[in-house]
């Protein structure tokens, strides 16, 4: 083993015996996107910007206050959890569905339908927004017209627009079509990586296919489905992409997500508040990260 | 299936031909709907993209009509509009009415903005991830293990977090710093390739980082050694030898790098103005809830951004899911 064990001798800070030098880029970087932020929030959360003297004014604690009284925001924050939940869900149950039918192994031409299966992810979010924007038009949009056939939504309440009862399943539809392949892609990697005498071992004792996925091929997956999940809420938590296209918030912020919310603050020079929201979303990510992972014992 | 080539000698053909009939015909019906279901979901995933190609060649007239039509001569006057930037009401002639002022949709510079962009940052975090991956899995360090927590913690980070901060950033650096140096009015960071560029940088260096971490775990310690043993330094065996058996992880890096850097939208919107703005940024400036949006406009914008990324992630695919399945499993 040529572990270095830097504490034997001095090793000079900038010498390439020692590991400072090599993450020293990173480090600056990270510290400039990271810790700056975070403590130059904290400061900026206890002011309020005055834009007659383009000035920041001490304004404690009428920020933190207002951030949980104010209905706007606490709005948000239960539609991000709402949808977050919602599509988290779905594409976890479509993505896995997908991956076990993929997997078969009479599948002809496997690879031309996973290229196709994976473009929708690399399609930018807003460019997604936009093609939903038209594809969920009230009038003349395909998907509203197929769901008004099915009966899931009546045409005085379209998907965007009316009151907005119908707007997170305009969201959510965007949603799981762009990142179920992600799901399913990676499920599918953990399926081709089992190993391979539990699954020999339980067709031998007579297994059939239900009980195969269900008592050896999800228990054996449970690490990539723990590391899939986490990615998918940490991406969920900061939505913001298709609500700024499709919705704007709107109607009547029945579409407003945390990070939209942050961003409508931000273009209203309320950054007292982008600040106080930017603090919660932070230890949010940090709790949730840290208790799903504790839980599920993700290593990294 | 070479077994079934066997040489004809006077041996009779094994026998059960009746149970390997079905069998075959079983495996036959198998392999059909098999096969069906899989082209099934790739066509329901992927038609939303062909449909709304197919915008990108009507009139508008006959963009906005249920049921759709599909006409037997397609247009493509839209596409003069977006990629030659042509004035939008030459094309008058073919029954566009168009809103908009010549420009509008001219989505090149905003193309040629997201490719510059994505292929610098790419190279710029894939090139200082490595060495930074390679000491954290070579030394053994205090507080090694919190730094790695740290790192990851930054990749689950909400963007929003870090939008005000980078802008004020920006935006007090350019007017009281580099104004005085490079004279008044100076755009160093806020709408500028430098500062549009370190958000890119920046917001692929955790995972970059912790893929090619990975990578290197894998590479065993002893060419490390023999390296060394052979007179290299720490650094020489790593950029002369150790990188090269990285190289499978530098490509799964960079393609994630590059398409994270081509769908970031938030923060790019936040630190620019008029410069240097990418397709997602461009995409935004639409006002899609107006009666009078000009799908087919949109829907060849959208074309021409998407075909590029198309081509990319078709020629690098197996990298791409390897990079993928990588940052999800190992990290």
């Known amino acids: 083993m040529t572990e270095v064990h830097a504490h034997k001798r001095k090793v000079p800070f900038w010498s390439s015996d020692g590991p400072w030098i090599w993450l020293l880029p990173v480090i600056i970087l990270l510290v400039i996107y990271s810790v700056y932020p975070f403590i130059f929030n904290i400061i900026i959360s206890f002011h309020r910007f005055d834009p007659m003297e383009k000035a920041f004014r001490w304004n404690f604690p009428a920020n933190w206050v207002d951030l949980f009284t104010n209905s706007d925001f606490l709005k948000a924050f239960r539609i991000t959890f709402t949808l977050g939940a919602i599509a988290l869900i779905v594409e976890l149950v479509l993505g896995i569905a997908i991956a076990l039918a993929f997997d078969r192994s009479r599948v002809k031409l496997r690879g031309l339908w996973q290229s196709l299966f994976i473009l929708p992810m690399v399609v930018p979010p807003v460019i997604a927004g936009l093609m939903f924007r038209f594809l969920q038009n009230a009038d003349y949009g395909i998907i509203s017209n197929i769901l008004y056939a099915l009966g899931v939504i009546e045409r005085s309440e379209p998907l965007i627009g009316g009151t907005g009862r119908n707007v997170l399943l305009a969201i959510l539809i965007a949603d799981v079509w762009q990142w179920t392949p992600f799901v399913a892609l990676i499920v599918l990697a953990g399926l081709k990586a089992l190993p391979h005498e539990p699954l020999e071992a339980a067709i031998v004792d007579g297994a059939n296919r239900w009980q195969l996925f269900w008592e050896v091929k999800l228990p054996l997956l449970r690490g990539v489905l723990a590391v899939v999940i986490l990615f998918r809420i940490v991406d969920l938590l900061r939505l913001f992409d298709y609500v700024a296209i499709m919705t704007s918030g709107g109607p009547g912020g029945n579409s407003e997500t945390i990070s939209h919310y942050a961003y409508r603050m931000h273009k209203s020079i309320e950054w007292g508040m982008v600040s106080v929201v930017g603090i919660v979303v932070l230890v949010l990510a940090i709790v949730v990260t840290n208790a799903y992972m504790r839980v599920f014992k993700v290593k990294f | 299936m070479a077994v079934t080539q066997l040489p004809a000698t006077g041996v009779a053909k094994p026998q059960t031909t009746q149970a390997a009939r079905t069998a075959r015909a079983r495996h036959r019906r198998e392999s059909i709907v098999q096969t069906s279901v899989a082209a099934l979901i790739a066509l329901i995933f992927f038609s939303p993209i062909i449909y709304w190609f197919l915008v990108s060649v009507k009139p508008l007239p006959y963009t906005m009509t249920w049921p759709p039509v599909i006409l037997s001569e397609p247009i493509f006057d839209w596409y003069e509009v977006v990629v030659l930037g042509m004035d939008p009401n030459v094309g008058a002639k073919t029954g566009i009415v168009f809103n908009g002022a010549a420009g509008d949709y001219y989505v090149i510079p905003s193309l040629v903005n997201s490719i510059l962009i994505g292929v610098l940052s790419t190279i710029i975090s894939v090139g200082i991830a490595t060495p930074a991956a390679y000491a954290l899995s070579r030394f053994h360090f205090k507080r090694r293990s919190s730094l790695i927590a740290w790192i990851l913690s930054t990749r689950m980070m909400p963007p929003v977090v870090a939008m005000f901060p980078l802008f004020w950033l920006y935006t007090q650096a350019d007017q009281r710093v580099f104004s005085a140096i490079f ?50 330094t720490r650094w020489q065996a790593f950029s002369k030898v150790i990188w090269h058996y990285a190289l499978p992880g530098m490509a799964a890096a960079a393609i994630l790098a590059f398409i994270t850097s081509w769908n970031e939208f938030l923060l790019t919107l936040t630190v620019t103005r008029t410069q240097f703005r990418t397709v997602p940024v461009f995409g935004s400036t639409f006002d899609v809830s107006a009666a009078g949006t000009e799908w087919g406009a949109l829907a060849a914008v959208s074309t021409t951004a998407m075909v590029p990324v198309f081509i990319f992630v078709l020629i690098v695919q197996r990298n791409l899911v390897r990079g993928l399945t990588m940052g999800a499993i190992k990290g």
Do not use: Q, W
């Open chain 2, 183 to 232: 004279g008044r009015g100076t755009s160093v960071l806020y709408d500028s390739l430098l500062g549009v560029l370190l958000v890119h940088v920046v917001i692929n260096l955790p995972l970059s980082t912790l893929l090619l971490k990975s990578f290197f775990d894998d590479i065993p310690t002893d060419l490390d050694e023999a390296a060394m043993v052979d007179g290299c």
